[in-house]
């Protein structure tokens, strides 16, 4: 398996240009900058799915489900299905390299222009309407590669019944373009991609290589580029220091959160977050709440950008709305990729009673629950939009056929997803409780224009002669809460701070009034938007993303190359497969002497803790390659984590670019090993300390193995290596406690299968007390 993503061993201390997040908008300015010939480097939060790892079984989504509720939140903070629930809005996003794009629909359509013409737009912005931002749609759809569904194609079910909703609203309907490949071939950025086998799969991602995620275009493109990119790294805030930015993450799925460690620090010239709406808001709130000015606005005017969901249940129409899931594409009918067809009824005489009605298709990873699930909305919520005798008991047999034999039967068969997406006052509010991004938006469902919405929906489905089902949610049990998967707003773009969040380039406002920025510091994604777009706004994102990248360069003199030409045909854009690896965490705890210099290790922990100079460490020891841990003499890993250390900086310091060594021979003693450290240490302000420590394993008299491997003897050198002064000695150790949580955090890595992990675990477990029993026994 081929990765975009590089072991976090590898983050460097500084680079130019850090990007927080790689949804779209990150994504394109991960690419644009690289193609500048800067230095970028990119930091997801989740992690990188390939083709054929995405979930396609209820039990394989279930473990990619993460629920952000009011009190708590529940399952993985990396899992793909992020979900946000709220009082009055609840949100659905993507957690994954390349972000939501890995689970959305696909369409690419732009704003009507009139949306532009809203003075809540910056002037600068509003002017370049036909120049820059025009520009930045046409070198989006340049990468995304957007299509409509083919005519030659299968005729879909789903889409024929939409066009017949159309007809008897009497409205206009076409099939909108679509970022999905509909021919194998290498694209424009060097990766081979599938024709769409229609499963119907897009909203949970496309184990077919051939949805255009930003992981088929922009994303191997940066890389492509020479911009490093990696996962599983939550940035919780950012610092502005010395005309330089801290960016503080914490590492996920590694065990440090067991430790409650600190977070770590990579620095950068330049800053853009492209986080996402949430993401991008919860970064600046922290930050501000840490002492970054920044504008009162912040958080402010989000919106849902209008969405409504529902569904035309049990209609007298197949409509095949239901993925494939983990059935055999070759002995399933087509269902097209999710949204194909679109109702637009946008172009009214008020902007913001336009809407636009698109048919979806549902995961087949949900085939199961489907049933139920729908038959009990409908007898709770649904309403029948035809009648008589006949109709209803051609309904209970439909019904009645899905309960008995499934999802792709009878009424789930015959039931239309329908994705309204309109225009809300956009008068959402985010902010923090507990140090976590809440959403507060009273009587948002309660707008007339949902109710607009939803009788426009039952007229679709009257067409279809079904029952109309609301969003459960959108309900007066709810109280008519919402379900969006386009948030937008929060850093919205503004002419000053008293009216937004960022100018019209998209730099943060640096204080709560005026004009005044952070020249270096950027916000990049759906979260500049002020207002709802009534339409799909994923090019909106991109258009208005590509024209801040335009603008970062010109500022700066940088030339961004946008040849395509020069690009080698099947150019290998990814890193080698990924080996079998194993890693863990592990803290330890001691003290040390900037007076003793001389290898008396105990004399300087013993001096360290009368004179009151702790040092502990919590690091993460990884090595990529089991068979290069094992095998090779030096028994090699690489470290990452933070060490504490008041006596050489008041916060934490960063580990970076060091070695571990397990179980190394000693010279002319075989009954010796050594457990080596080499620790590259760098204080907020920039100043670097290196660290040398051993683990002595030999066999004295007495019970001393567990002595032998929890004791850690330490040298720490001014600069960044053992040729620069010895600045202090002492020791460390590692506490039972501490030890039995290590444990938990031994992990295999790039492994598919329980069985490969257990060989991998069963593997090293014996090397290693095969090792110590050669030693001690």
Known sequence: ???????????????????????????????????????????????????????????????????????????????????????????????????????????????????????????????????????????????????????????????????????????????????????????????????????????????????????????????????????????????????????????????????????????????????????????????????????????????????????????????????????????????????????????????DNGLVIEEGSLPGGLAGILPQTFAVAAQILGKDTDSGISDRMGEKIREVESLTHGAYTGAVRNTQTYLVMTHDDAAGQMYLENDRLRIEWKGVGSQPIFQRANNRLTEATQALGGTQIPNPIWSNFFNHDLITVHPLGGCILAEDAEHGVVNHKGQVFASNQGTKVYENLYVADGSVIPRTLGVNPLLTISAIVERCCALIAKDRGWTINYDFTTLPIATDVTTAPATVGIQFTETMRGYFSTAVTDKDYQRGFEQGKEGNSPLEFTLTVIADDLEELLNNPNHPAKIVGIVKAPILAAEPLTVTNSDFSLFVVEQDQDKTRQMRYRLHMTTEGGQSYYLKGFKQIHDDPGFDIWSDTTT????????????????????????????????????????KTIGERLQAIDRFSRFFAGTLSEIYI
Request: with cysteine; hydrophobic share 35%; charged share 20%.
């Open 1 to 351: 398996m081929t990765r975009l993503s590089s072991p976090i061993e590898n983050l460097k201390n500084h680079y130019m240009v850090v990007i927080i997040g790689s949804g779209y908008g990150a994504s394109i300015a991960a690419s644009r900058l690289a193609r500048a010939g800067q230095q970028v480097c990119v930091l997801e939060r989740g992690k990188e799915f390939q083709a054929g790892e995405y979930p396609n079984t209820e039990t394989k989504a279930l473990v990619e489900m993460q629920v952000d509720l009011p009190e708590k939140r529940l399952g993985s903070r990396t899992g793909l299905y992020d979900f946000h629930l709220n009082k009055d809005i609840n949100v659905f996003v993507g957690c994954g390299l390349g972000g939501t794009s890995l689970v959305n629909a696909n369409v690419s359509l732009k704003a009507e222009p009139r949306v532009f013409a809203d003075p809540r737009w910056p002037k600068d912005l509003r002017d370049d309407v036909d120049t820059l931002l025009a520009e930045g749609y046409r070198r989006a759809e340049e990468m995304l590669k957007p299509t409509p569904y083919p005519q030659d194609f299968p005729p879909l079910p789903k889409l024929q019944a939409l066009e017949k909703s159309s007809k008897y609203l009497n409205e206009k309907f076409y099939r909108p373009p679509i970022n999905v490949t509909f021919k194998d071939g290498v694209n424009h950025v060097g990766v081979e991609q599938k024709q769409c086998n229609l499963c119907g799969d897009c909203v949970s991602g496309c184990n077919h290589k051939a949805k255009n995620t930003v992981l088929m275009n922009y994303l191997p493109d940066a890389k492509n580029h020479g911009a490093e990119i990696y996962t599983q790294v939550s940035v919780q805030r950012i610092e502005c220091q010395d005309n330089r930015w801290l960016i503080h993450y914490q590492l996920l799925n590694a065990g440090q959160e067991d430790f409650n460690a600190p977070t770590m620090f990579v620095s950068a010239n330049i800053v853009i977050l492209g986080a996402g709406t949430l993401g991008s808001t919860e970064i600046l709130l922290r930050s501000q709440a840490a002492g970054l000015a920044v504008s009162k606005q912040l958080g402010h005017n989000f919106t849902g950008n209008g969405d409504v969901l529902a569904f035309g249940y049990n209609t007298e129409q197949v409509i095949n709305g239901i993925g494939f899931g983990d059935r055999p594409a070759n002995t399933q009918e087509a269902v097209g990729p999710c949204i194909t067809g679109i109702i637009d009824m946008r172009e009214q005489p008020q902007l």
């Open 712 to 751: 850690l003897y330490i040298t720490v050198y001014t600069g960044d290596s053992e040729n620069n002064p010895v600045l202090g000695q002492g020791i460390l150790k590692i506490q039972p406690l501490d030890f039995i949580k290590q444990m938990t955090t031994l992990k295999v890595i790039n492994t």
